[in-house]
């Protein structure tokens, strides 16, 4: 058991009207500045009593309390007194100077010790975190759209071609409009895009957001809906075409020109100059009767066959 919390029990039960009161109560523990994009709290840990609410109070002491106002010190007036073990202290954390803070629990008119932080911290020592980004592709142009995070920050961007890396551009954004253009792409190329936040007040950056890219759209579209089309017509073509020839052929020659289907006996007795012969008075017959069909009838007599 810590002494402050031994004396707080034993003092409380054996001179519950000790005057003065400020030993009976212990100071806050863990105390400790959480800060983010300059955004400062002071936390600490709660400081238990059964039955009661305990309250604490927040103070800080800048640069100028400490040398020229003999080590005064200045309350939170947000936080003094507070039930909660967290006290927002950017408002006063403003100038570029270092600054201590301490806090202290209150019961009644009973007031702990002050707890003050370890060492000094000043507004430079915030954690800056990368900005949240969104890019967009609208056609050709690259846009991007930041997260607002406040008048003091400003967004570094760079952007690249895919591939171009050793041609990265930037722009500095000082205030975030919706969607901010950032660039012309190239048809069909991929822009990378990745931004810092920064903070002129303490010159200070953040690291950089994941890199982020988006393809040209449009043209790039057009030209691939174009190249699928023409193979995809090609491949019906290469497909279909050695077919239709090959069926428009069949159907000629079925009816121009029948296989003839020789009787046995011709093939044994008669002379291969006779069979020559009677081959050729065919072929004369089919380019007659070429001539003489309609060709309506021929057209219908096609499409009997290739059905
Ligand atoms: C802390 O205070 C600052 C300055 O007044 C304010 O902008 C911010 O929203 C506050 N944060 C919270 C969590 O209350
Ligand atoms: C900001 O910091 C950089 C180094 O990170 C330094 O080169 C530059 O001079 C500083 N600018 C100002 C205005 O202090």
């Known amino acids: 058991m810590p002494p402050e919390l031994f004396c707080f029990i034993l003092c409380a039960l054996s001179a519950p009207d000790l005057s003065g009161g400020d030993v009976l109560l212990p100071a806050p523990q863990s105390i400790s500045i959480l800060s983010t ?12 009593v059964q039955g009661a609410t305990v309250k604490y109070s927040v ?7 400490r040398e020229y106002a003999g080590g005064s010190w200045i309350p939170i007036s947000e936080c003094s007194p507070t039930t909660a073990t967290l006290c927002n202290v950017t408002e006063d954390i403003s100038a570029p100077v270092a600054y201590k803070l301490r806090v202290r629990a209150e019961l009644g ?13 000043s507004r430079a020592m915030t954690s800056l975190t990368p900005p949240e980004l969104r890019v967009l592709a609208d056609g050709q142009h690259v846009l991007v759209q ?16 895919k591939g171009h890396e050793n041609r990265v551009q930037q722009k500095v954004l000082k205030e975030v409009s919706s969607v901010v253009h950032l660039d012309t792409m190239e048809a069909g190329a991929e822009y990378c895009v990745k931004a810092q936040t920064h903070v002129e007040a303490i010159n200070r950056s953040s690291s950089f957001s994941p890199t982020q890219c988006v393809r040209a759209q449009g ?29 428009i ?31 050729r008075e065919e072929a004369e017959q089919c380019d007659l009767m070429v001539v003489v069909m309609p060709s309506e009838e021929a057209l219908q007599l096609w499409i009997q066959k290739a059905l």
């Open 37 to 48: 994009n300059m955004k400062h709290f002071l936390t600490w840990s709660p400081v238990i």
């Open 146 to 161: 930041l997260a607002d995070m406040g008048p003091s920050f400003q967004f570094r961007v760079l952007y690249w071609r």
């Open 59 to 65: 103070e800080f002491q800048g640069e100028y309390e």
């Open 219 to 247: 043209d790039t579209s057009l030209w691939l809906l174009t190249a699928l089309l023409s193979s995809a017509a090609f491949a019906v073509a290469a497909l279909t075409l050695p077919f239709l020839t090959w069926k």
């Open 109 to 121: 008119a009973t007031r702990s010790p002050w707890a003050t932080t370890e060492g000094f911290f």
């Open 249 to 279: 052929s069949k159907v000629f020659q079925y009816s121009c020109c029948p296989t003839a289907v020789l009787p046995d006996t011709l093939k044994e007795t008669e002379p291969p100059t006779q069979l020559i012969l009677r081959d």
